[in-house]
Nanobody
Framework: VQLQASGGGVVQAGGSLRLSCTAS????????MGWFRQAPGKQREFVAG???????YYADSMKDRFNISRDNAKKTVHLQMNSLKTEDTAVYYC???????????????????RGKGTLVTVSS
């Protein structure tokens, strides 16, 4: 399984970024897709997840600002991040879990596969 994330960069606080992830080596429709992030000096945390049917789940601090979507035909998942804050600075990782259902368990549990991350830096 390969998960290739892109779209990170430097953005000013209040701005937006769109991350993308392309998956290969898996039957995309069998997998919940998601994003995690890890800020400097902090543990990795769940950001958002989406099932094949389009059900979503977000960490509370992100749900009003971030939007996750997927294109099953292109085997891609996106994370639209708006109203970015300096505390959103982190390495963002695309992830995939062999599951049909997305839910709050991802707040405490990792997914089966995780790609190399893409760095998002939000400047003040």
């Amino acid at each position: 399984v390969q998960l290739q994330a892109s779209g990170g960069g430097v953005v000013q606080a209040g701005g937006s970024l769109r991350l993308s992830c392309t998956a290969s080596g898996l039957t995309f429709s069998y997998y919940v897709m998601g994003w995690f992030r890890q800020a400097p000096g902090k543990q990795r945390e769940f950001v958002a997840g989406i099932s094949n049917e389009g059900s979503t789940y977000y960490a509370d601090s992100m749900k009003d600002r971030f939007n996750i979507s997927r294109d099953n035909a292109k085997k891609t998942v996106h994370l639209q991040m708006n109203s970015l804050k300096t505390e959103d600075t982190a390495v963002y990782y695309c992830a995939a879990d062999n599951s049909r259902v997305v839910g709050p368990w991802y707040l405490k549990h990792d997914m089966d596969h995780r790609g190399k991350g893409t760095l998002v830096t939000v400047s003040s």
